[in-house]
Structures are given as C-alpha cells and as structure tokens.
C-alpha cells in the first residue's frame, strides 16, 4: 500500500521532471519517444541524454542516502544522526576534491578518455569517507566501547575539518576546476550522465542488499547495549559492519551528487511515520522516500529558476532545514 | 553437584575504576543465589562481568565448568540471560514483539518465527502473568507490567540461568513480590538457575538458597540466609546495628529493624 503510492509520487515526480525544463515536451512526446515510434532526435538528446540519467542519478541518490540515514540513526540510537552531521559527506568530499585537485578533472567535460579517472572516484570517496568513519570512530571510541554522543560531537567537528580542506583546495585550484568543484560540493547533479550511473550503481546494489539482509538487527538496536548483548549479538562488531556498509553508500552518493544533506534525516523519520518500527519495512520505504524527494527536489531546482538552475543539495537543505528545527523541538518535548 | 559459576582471580571494573580483583567464587546451579552489600559494593558489577555484559580486567570465569572465553556470544546466550537494572524499549513496541526478542539466539530466520518460538513465547506470557496485555504496546504499560513483560523477554531466550540486576527496583511492596514469585517458580518448578542483585535483605533472605555479602569490592561471606542475617554480618557488611527474628510464617530470617553502627560501637 505505501510502497504503490510511494511509487505513485516517485513517477509523478520523474513525469513532471521530465515534461518540464527548457524544453518543454508533451507526455505523447515522451511516450513516442521511450516506445521507439517516430524517434526524433531532438527528444531524443533531451529524454536520454540531459533528463532521464539525471532522474535516475536522483532517485539512485535518494535510494542510497534514505538506506544510509536509517542505517546511522538505528546504530546511534539518535534519530538526529544524519550522513552529513557525522562528517562522512565531508570526508568523501574532500576526497573527491583532492582527486579532482591533482587528476585536474573536468567534471563538466566528461567523455570517453576519462571513463577510468570517473570511475575512481567512486572509490576515492569511499577512502575518504571511510577515513573520516574510521577518524570518528577512534576518537569517539572509549574503553573499546562506541559512546554515541562522542559520537556526534566527534562528526560535527570532523565535518566541519574537512569541509576547510574541502574549501582550501578547491580555492586553488584554476578558475575552471574550482567553478566545477564548487557546483559540485553545492550538491547538485544537472551534469549527470549515464557513466556516473554506471559508476554508482554496482556499489548501491552489493551495499543496499547486505544493508537490507541485515535491517533486522536494527529493531535489536532500539534496545539498550546491555540488553542486546544478552541476547547473544557481537553488539560491536555488528556496528562496525553497519557503519562501514553505510559510510560505502554515502561515498558512492556524494561521489557522484557531491554532499546532500538533510535526505538521510527526513527519510527515515518519514518513513518510520508510515511504517512503523519495524526496520525490514522501513529501509525500503524511506530508499523510497529519499528517491522520491530527491528527484521532486531536483524538479524544483530545476523549476523555479528556469532557465538558471539551483543546486539539488540547496534545495533539500530549504526543505530539510525547517523539518531539522521541528525534530529538535519536537525531541525536547 | 554441578557449578553454573566459577570465578578464578576475577577482576573487573569500568575504565581506570577497579571494582573489585582477586575474586574466587562458585554459584551452583538449579539454586537461588543472591547478592547482597551497600551502594557500590560491586554486586552489579559482578553480575554484569559473570553476564559477559562488562568486560572483566582479569581472571576467569567458568559457565558450566566451560571457560566463558571460549565460547561466542550467542551460544552464551543460549545458556544464560540477563536482565539490567532498567532496560528501555521504544514506546511503540509491541508486548508480544519485544518477547520475541528474546528468541534471537536460537532463531535461523530472522523474518519468521517458527512454531517452537511461539510455543516459547506463549510459556513466557504465562509465567509471567502477561498474557491479557500481550498485544499493547509498552508505552502503555505500568511499571509493574513492563518489568514482568522484560523479565518474559528473558524467559523467552529459554536458557537455564537467569541472572538479574534488581528485578524489583522502582516497584511498589505488592509488585516486588509478584515479580520475587515468578522468579521462585521458575526456580522451583523449572529447575532454573537464579542468580541476581537485591537490595532488600528481607527479600534476599525470603527467596534465596543462598546469599553472597559483599562490602568495598570483596566477598565478606557466603551462606545460607540464616548464617548471613545475623548480627555480625550485618555489622562487618552494610555498617548497621540489626534487629533479626524468625518471621513465624515464612520460617525465614527477617530484619525488623535496625541503627547505623556509632563511632564508639566499633
């Protein structure tokens, strides 16, 4: 039921998104088009080349964040715990603005000849994410035991470390690169094409599986450590694996989208909304949610503008900054 | 008979903080043994460290004559259970789904329960008198209700010892007992091996095989209730000036009443 009206707004959201731009087109267009009667190149170029990989990079952003945001509020037992305050988006993205600074990519200009250098970056946003998980955990680590509150003060710090390494390179970098880099850090996917596509999908599909095989254990962790141990689970190292498997989402998201913050709060608590606690419903519904607000999202930034775009990312943090506050306050209640 | 504890040279503690060290015990199985001592004595401690909850510092400890080191964390959890002094639940959980909980260690599908999982799940709601509210949820229970529906939790696990970490706390005379039966019951009539923390030496003298009086982090002495409420012990143990009788209808030792110990008593 809430699976088919999510998937409802998911094509509503991707019909409007892909109908509507600077180019405006009929549903019968499209339709022709996706059926292969009367092709027309001209739709073509838009449908297959500008909107349909960038819908598709939403949603599988949207998917990859939503899964990572239940995965990091269940094992901090925080429902405030969100990818981009824990500071992995910021560590992947230093990564990937450190490979961009020294392979002197251009996002913008991506053909053949670089199919190699994109499809490492994936890869070096997943060292960089991995390296600010593991810095986060060190310092938040506390007689072999993972204290969650130092765990979120240590990502709020670390963030905000690699977000001045982030800004330090990319200020020097040549005027085209840094224009390329900071688009991307916005958080934003106008560039997207279906080599990114490529790039991220093995990763969310291996990672989202093992992240769905193992959401039971989230229910476990509603518990309180103690509890959870007495009944017979490597409370720690089922963290670990947790934790890794979602800074391994994060990466693949932030390498393709740059840093998006705020899906991996809203979904699960929108999810949890419609579902209830149960994690093996609400890991697919909120990959759900986030897919659908990520493609809604990048609809308005697309929109509202016309013909200048605003960044996916800045859109979401409008939308998510407001639904943040009204968490805190609501949490204090 | 047959030891379901037994401490070599344990020692344990939290952080730099040693609680207690060079500690030799044995708890024997298909008993009652409770642990008794002031605030901070380690009583908690102790049952927490033997639970495998708290990491001990040094030393061994034997569960059923095996080294708990050699044994994983589920398979521990097929044999002991512990319950802590105030667990927590999210609200919008169901009675019957935190019991099911319980049956982790034994279950091979996470998503399906299988018939011996209800069965025990059923048992659980017995024997702990939950049965009419199994389908509310915990928010809407009282503190009497939800202690039992935990202590169901840990019944469920089905294993043969149960330790507790003041199963009575925050709950009024009527309920601390309901809770105290229960435990005798499953003593009784299951063979269940219980060993947990009380605070109420009435209690722990009523409900227990044996007592394990503890002071600053050491065992001062272990025995039956009648040899540890007296007034000896109770002066070395908790510092008091003890008023102990025979209660008539129990045939137990009771403190019926009691002064802190003077500077010049000593």
Request: overall charge neutral; hydrophobic content about 50%; proline content about 3%.
């Amino acid at each position: 039921m809430t699976v088919s009206i999510l998937m409802l707004f998911i094509f509503g959201a991707s019909y409007l998104h892909l109908t509507n731009g600077v180019f405006d087109m009929t549903v019968m267009d499209i339709l022709k088009t996706l059926l292969r009667i009367e092709p027309n190149p001209k739709f073509d170029l838009v449908i297959f080349e500008f909107r349909l990989p960038r819908i598709v990079i939403a949603a599988l952003v949207g998917v990859g964040l939503g899964m990572a945001g239940v995965v990091l509020q269940g094992i901090t037992r925080n429902g405030l715990a969100d990818p981009g305050i824990l500071g992995i988006n910021a560590g992947a993205g230093a990564a990937v603005v450190i490979f961009m600074f020294f392979f002197q990519l251009h996002l913008t200009s991506a053909d053949m000849s670089s199919w190699l250098s994109i499809l490492m970056m994936p890869i070096f946003g997943f060292v960089g994410g991995a390296m600010a998980a593991v810095l986060i955990y060190t310092f938040a680590l506390k007689n072999g035991h993972l204290d969650m509150q130092r765990l979120i003060l240590t990502g709020i710090a670390i963030n905000s470390g690699f977000g001045a390494l982030s800004l330090f390179l990319s200020l020097k970098m040549n005027a085209q690169d840094y224009e390329a880099a900071a688009v991307w850090m916005a958080g934003s996917i106008y560039n997207a094409n279906w080599i990114f596509v490529v790039t991220m999908l093995p990763w969310l599909i291996l990672i989202g599986f093992y992240v769905y095989r193992k959401s039971y254990l989230l229910d476990y962790f509603q518990l309180e450590e103690d509890s959870i141990t007495s009944l017979g689970i490597a409370v720690e190292k089922e963290k670990m694996k947790l934790l890794l498997a979602s800074v391994g989402l994060v990466s693949a998201c932030v390498s393709v989208s740059g840093s998006i913050g705020f899906i991996g709060l809203m979904a699960p608590h929108i999810a949890k909304q419609l579902v209830g606690i149960q994690h093996r419903y609400v890991m697919p519904v909120s990959a759900l949610i986030g897919a659908a607000l990520l493609i809604f999202a990048d609809f308005i930034g697309k929109t509202v503008f016309a013909p200048s775009e605003l960044a996916v990312g800045i859109v979401v943090s409008i939308i998510g900054i407001p639904y943040f506050l009204y968490l805190l306050v609501k949490s204090k209640a | 008979m047959q030891t379901a504890f037994r401490m070599e040279n344990l020692a344990s503690g939290y952080e730099q903080v040693r609680v207690f060290e060079g500690l030799n015990l044995t708890i024997e199985e298909g008993k009652v043994t409770t642990i008794i001592g002031p605030n901070g004595c380690g009583k908690s401690t102790l049952l927490k460290t033997i639970g495998r909850i708290l990491k001990k510092q040094q030393g061994t400890v034997y569960l059923q004559d095996q080294n708990m080191q050699n044994l994983s964390t589920k398979d521990i959890a097929k044999k002991l259970a512990i319950l802590s002094q105030t667990p927590i639940a999210p609200g919008q959980l169901k009675v019957e789904e935190l019991i099911a909980y319980g049956r982790y260690p034994h279950r091979n599908n996470v998503n399906r329960l299988t018939n011996k999982d209800e069965e025990m799940i059923e048992w659980a709601l017995n024997v702990t008198n939950t049965m009419e509210y199994r389908n509310r949820e915990l928010a809407q229970l009282s503190g009497g209700q939800r202690q039992r529906v935990w202590l169901a939790m840990a019944l469920a696990q089905e294993t043969n010892i149960l330790l507790l970490d003041e199963p009575t706390t925050y709950l009024d005379m009527a309920h601390q007992l309901e809770v105290l039966e229960i435990v005798k019951n499953l003593n009784e009539q299951h063979r269940c091996t219980i060993v947990m923390v009380l605070h109420d030496i009435n209690h722990a003298a009523r409900y227990s095989d044996h007592l394990i009086a503890m002071r600053q982090g050491a065992v001062m002495k272990t025995g039956t209730p009648e040899e540890i409420l007296c007034a000896d012990v109770m002066r070395n143990v908790f510092n008091i000036n003890a008023r102990i009788m025979q209660d008539p209808v129990t045939k137990t030792p009771v403190c019926y009443g009691y002064d802190v110990m003077k500077e010049t008593d000593k």
